[in-house]
């Protein structure tokens, strides 16, 4: 998938004629102001991959096809009162310290069936961001995890997609069976940093 947050609406229809079909976004806001340019690109599918405040549920489900950062049942309610048919990624935290969003390993199997149960939603599998390091080699046990947990959680039949990998270790994400790549910096270069945000 390619990252475009901070980037504007023509570094995504650059993409798409490129041939690329996924894209995520990190904010609500931003993307509700680049959405008039990229609305006609047909096939493009847009995911949330930030966390979503669920007073933004309503203005989330109208402007994304996925979600990848549902970590409360809460949420899911939310969203799947909004009747849009949404695909939906549970964020699952791996480690104790950095990102304050996701969900405890050991809840994942709860909030995986609280998801199950909302008519509108179909989950789709499950999306991690490791503690940042410049060695990609630190990632991989947290894909590895997160292989394994969507292995604990998945019912007969299903077939979890992870979303794991970034740009500087989505090598090794691929290997631990990555499914969907966040790419952002690879393809756009750097960002200015949004305020607020670390790097
Ligand atoms: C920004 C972001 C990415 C992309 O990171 P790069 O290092 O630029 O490839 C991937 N996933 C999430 C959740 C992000 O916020």
Not at 29 to 44: C, I, N, R, S, T
Request: net charge negative; aromatic share 6%.
């Amino acid at each position: 998938m390619a990252v475009t947050k901070v980037f504007p609406a023509s570094a995504i229809r650059d993409a798409y004629a490129l041939g690329l079909r996924e894209f995520g976004e990190n904010y609500v806001q931003e993307f509700e102001g680049k959405h008039p340019e990229v609305a006609d690109l047909e096939g493009a599918r847009f995911h949330l991959i930030g966390h979503l405040q669920s007073n933004k549920s309503r203005r989330a489900a109208e402007l994304f096809s996925v979600i990848q950062t549902v970590d409360s049942a809460k949420l899911a309610r939310k969203l799947d009162e909004t009747g849009a048919p949404l695909e939906i990624m549970l964020e699952v935290k791996l480690s104790e310290e950095e990102s304050k969003y996701g969900a405890a390993p050991e809840t994942v199997a709860a909030l995986a069936a609280a998801v199950r149960q909302c008519s509108h939603l179909r989950l789709s599998g499950l999306m991690t961001m490791p503690p940042w390091c410049e060695d990609a080699e630190q990632s991989r046990p947290y894909f590895r995890r997160l292989r394994q947990l969507a292995e604990a959680v998945q019912l007969p039949g299903e077939s979890m997609a992870l979303s794991m990998g970034m740009s500087h270790d989505f090598e090794a994400a691929i290997e631990e069976g990555a499914t969907h790549i966040r790419v952002g910096t690879a393809l756009f270069g750097k960002r200015k940093l949004p305020q607020g945000e670390a790097p």
